[in-house]
């Protein structure tokens, strides 16, 4: 299997355009989550899906920023527009809820964002 | 809410043994767990603890009091490759009901010669 894939792995942009961060998580997995990674504030989640239906987006810091899962294997977070205080490292993560290892996650490779 | 908290640096000696400390405070405990991060690279899963007591797995063990909201990591015999972050998370309750899933900020350690 080809674990969790992000893309892009960088993304450097300038305030006030749009960002978009993709997701494939494992195949065979129904739940997938967006963090967010900052030293100043650590690994933070942002939402999470289960069964593609989103199920908690107290995480998403404001409107500036959505997300969406329209089928069982991609997944977009959205930022628009984006802002200096955006920089971070995007991970996102996927497991199979109900399963022996429920909560055992699996992280993609994160997507390094620089907002200028 | 909930809060997590972990020393934010430790350094130990290659083949020594190193315990990670972790205090919680949550609403509807469900679950702890221990990630594994190094630098510049993803979390990646080591134990997961819902009873007390404690679980092994090779040269990592995790133990968990839900009496105290406390949980340790224990690594033993301890190589360079082990100098990483170490994340302790909680599942408990938000405030609308659902289940969440909170990371502490992180456990630098360094393994030294």
């Known amino acids: 299997d080809a674990g969790v894939i992000q893309s892009p792995r960088h993304e450097v942009t300038e305030m006030g355009q749009e960002v978009t961060l993709r997701c494939k998580p494992i195949?065979?997995?129904?739940?997938l989550f967006w963090y967010r990674q900052t030293m100043m504030r650590g690994l933070e989640l942002l939402i999470y899906?289960?069964?593609?239906?989103?199920?908690?987006d107290s995480g998403m810091p404001e409107d500036r920023f959505s997300a969406k899962m329209p089928n069982a294997s991609f997944s977009t977070l959205k930022i628009q527009p984006s802002e200096p205080r955006d920089s971070a490292v995007y991970f996102c993560?996927?497991?199979?809820?109900?399963?022996?290892?429920?909560?055992?996650?699996?992280f993609g490779p994160g997507t390094r964002l620089t907002v200028t | 809410g909930q809060n997590i908290d972990q020393p934010t640096e430790m350094t130990a000696t290659e083949g020594a043994i190193v315990q990670i400390n972790c205090t919680y405070q949550?609403?509807?405990?469900?679950?702890l767990f221990w990630y594994q991060q190094h630098a510049g690279e993803a979390p990646t899963f080591l134990s997961y603890?819902?009873?007390?007591g404690l679980e092994e797995k090779g040269r990592f063990s995790s133990f968990l009091s839900r009496s105290k909201g406390y949980s340790y990591l224990l690594l033993k015999e301890l190589q360079m490759k082990d100098s990483a972050s170490y994340l302790c998370?909680?599942?408990?309750?938000?405030?609308?009901?659902?289940?969440?899933?909170?990371f502490g900020i992180g456990t630098k350690l360094q393994v030294i010669p």
């Open positions: 195949s065979g997995h129904n739940s």
């Open positions: 993560a996927s497991s199979f809820l109900g399963g022996v290892n429920s909560y055992e996650q699996y």
């Open positions: 998370a909680v599942i408990g309750m938000n405030s609308g009901g659902y289940q969440k899933v909170t």
């Open positions: 949550t609403s509807g405990f469900n679950g």
């Open positions: 899906f289960n069964n593609n239906v989103p199920i908690d």
């Open positions: 603890n819902v009873l007390d």
